[in-house]
């Protein structure tokens, strides 16, 4: 009964709107925190070569390919290294085993700093020079990956996007560095809608495969359960319970196999109830499986 009910649940939840994936009751709710820490967890530690592979060809890329204005080296080579200490950042919480409880927190101030960092890169230079360019590029890809591929939660995300374009909004204030306004909307708040969307469908798809897996894992345990049910009906005398012909003949099949191998002996002993019938004919036949059980 308690699993009809739970399976039930869960059919509820699936069948439901989307959005009410974000309200799941506080147990569920609870095991998709552990279910998503652990994903998120895996997937770094299986791909964060590739990241650092990844940022090391565009850094390589963006040095070798002279684009870089000589007055502009310095930075450059600051924001890079900015860069790479977020990725280390995150790579020692999923590697060192003391960290892995705060890989969210980690995951998210990388994306807060690597975000801030990459708004902060748009001011560098004259309006239009690739490494501007390269910057608001940048900008719209570490939103869209902190919304998505980082396996961060939405809410977490979207806090650390929107927390890193308030943060150079307040730089650009502070300093009286100016943007390129016309591209801004585009790579700032248009980045961070699309990322919003990208990032709110993700994380359904996320919940419900997890909710998917919680219900299959409940009806295999019951059909396993059933299996086993129905086998030991099929083995099994329903009144006695002791093993019925079935299962005599499948044990004295395998013994009798293993006394012919083996050269051992094979004994069988056959009992009988005497003077069952007339007991049976006098009391009834209630009497007689009663009295059949109890013998």
Same mark, same amino acid.
């Given at each position: 009964?308690?699993?009809?009910?739970?399976?039930?649940?869960? *059919? $509820?939840?699936?069948?439901?709107?989307?959005?009410? +994936?974000?309200? #799941?009751?506080?147990?569920?709710?609870? =095991?998709?925190?552990?279910?998503?820490?652990?994903?998120?967890?895996?997937?770094?530690?299986?791909?964060?070569?590739?990241?650092v592979l990844a940022v090391g060809a565009i850094a390589a890329l963006t040095f070798f390919s002279g684009i870089v204005p000589p007055d502009m080296l310095g930075l450059t080579v600051l924001g890079y290294a900015i860069m790479f200490g977020v990725i280390a950042l995150v790579v020692a919480g999923a590697l060192v085993p003391r960290l892995n409880a705060h890989i969210d927190k980690l995951v998210s101030v990388a994306a807060f700093l690597g975000l801030l960092a990459m708004h902060i890169a748009t001011l560098l230079g004259e309006t239009g020079n690739p490494m501007?360019?390269?910057?608001?590029?940048?900008?719209?890809?570490?939103?869209?990956?902190?919304?998505?591929?980082?396996?961060?939660?939405?809410? *977490? $995300?979207?806090?650390?996007?929107?927390?890193?374009? +308030?943060?150079? #909004?307040?730089?650009?204030?502070?300093? =009286?560095?100016?943007?390129?306004?016309?591209?801004?909307?585009?790579?700032?708040?248009?980045?961070?809608?699309?990322?919003?969307?990208?990032?709110?469908?993700?994380?359904?798809?996320?919940?419900?495969?997890?909710?998917?897996?919680?219900?299959?894992?409940?009806?295999?345990?019951?059909?396993?359960?059933?299996?086993?049910?129905?086998?030991?009906?099929?083995?099994?005398?329903?009144?006695?319970?002791?093993?019925?012909?079935?299962?005599?003949?499948?044990?004295?099949?395998?013994?009798?196999?293993?006394?012919?191998?083996?050269?051992?002996?094979?004994?069988?002993?056959?009992?009988?109830?005497?003077?069952?019938?007339?007991?049976?004919?006098?009391?009834?036949?209630?009497?007689?499986?009663?009295?059949?059980?109890?013998?």
């Open positions: 009964v308690r699993n009809h009910g739970e399976r039930n649940r869960l *059919r $509820a939840l699936l069948s439901g709107p989307g959005r009410s +994936l974000f309200r #799941l009751p506080q147990d569920l709710e609870e =095991g998709f925190a552990r279910h998503h820490h652990a994903l998120a967890l895996a997937n770094l530690r299986a791909y964060w070569p590739a990241v501007q360019n390269m910057a608001e590029n940048g900008v719209i890809f570490i939103t869209l990956a902190a919304c998505t591929i980082s396996n961060l939660s939405f809410r *977490r $995300a979207i806090t650390a996007c929107v927390a890193a374009t +308030l943060a150079f #909004l307040v730089v650009v204030a502070v300093t =009286g560095w100016q943007p390129h306004w016309a591209h801004f909307p585009f790579y700032g708040p248009g980045a961070l809608l699309i990322a919003a969307i990208a990032g709110w469908s993700h994380e359904i798809r996320e919940r419900t495969v997890f909710l998917q897996q919680r219900l299959l894992a409940l009806e295999k345990d019951e059909l396993d359960t059933m299996t086993q049910a129905l086998s030991l009906m099929s083995r099994e005398d329903s009144l006695t319970g002791l093993a019925n012909r079935r299962h005599f003949d499948e044990v004295a099949q395998r013994e009798w196999a293993g006394c012919q191998r083996e050269g051992r002996t094979f004994n069988v002993l056959f009992i009988d109830v005497d003077h069952f019938k007339p007991y049976n004919d006098h009391y009834g036949h209630t009497a007689g499986d009663a009295c059949l059980a109890q013998v």
